[in-house]
């Protein structure tokens, strides 16, 4: 299905599919030991067998650089559409190496950054990113963490997901 954009201030009579968004984990099934602290990007999936993954409007392509969870083939979310986009990143570390920061970049450019203090001291805690968004189609975004020895696992653990959603 599809909307048509229309009324005062809009563009009238673009049509722009519903349900523009993602729904989109870790792209691997083990967990990946982060060699030191520098930032690694994140690849991603909606192939992994969990109900209610999906990709719309999005375009999943690779993002050069260090990366885990296969990353350089598949880190990089073009957005296909204009709009105002709200973005959802959890991420849980499994054991207590060190502090890091989960950071979102917007067309290279760092767009946000969580400082995690609590990685350092206590397992299974979660970094998260969380925003909205006013993006033009051909924007992209990426998503890294950087936590010297952090353990973080793929898509067989359901907490770990990016979510992004178009505001209609």
């Not at 296909?80 to 973005?87: A, F, L, R, T």
């Not at 924007?139 to 010297?148: E, H, T």
Request: hydrophobic share 30%; with cysteine.
């Amino acid at each position: 299905m599809s909307g048509i954009i229309g009324g005062a201030g809009s563009r009238s009579g673009v049509i722009i599919p519903d349900g523009i968004g993602c729904r989109l984990q870790p792209n691997s099934s083990s967990t990946f030991t982060m060699p030191n602290g520098n930032e690694h990007w994140i690849g991603w999936t909606t192939n992994n067998g969990l109900k209610g993954c999906f990709i719309n409007g999005l375009t999943l392509s690779g993002q050069s650089g260090t990366d885990f969870h296969d990353g350089n083939a598949n880190g990089r979310i073009t957005f296909n559409y204009s709009g105002v986009y709200w973005i959802n990143f959890d991420l849980r570390n499994e054991n207590s190496a060190s502090n890091g920061n989960p950071t979102m970049y917007i067309d290279g450019t760092l767009v946000q950054r969580q400082h995690v203090e609590g990685w350092a001291q206590h397992p299974y805690m979660h970094g998260q990113l969380r925003g909205c968004f006013n993006l033009n189609a051909g924007q992209y975004l990426y998503i890294g963490v950087g936590c010297n020895g952090g353990q973080f696992q793929g898509y067989q653990d359901t907490l770990n997901y990016l979510q992004i959603m178009r505001q209609n």
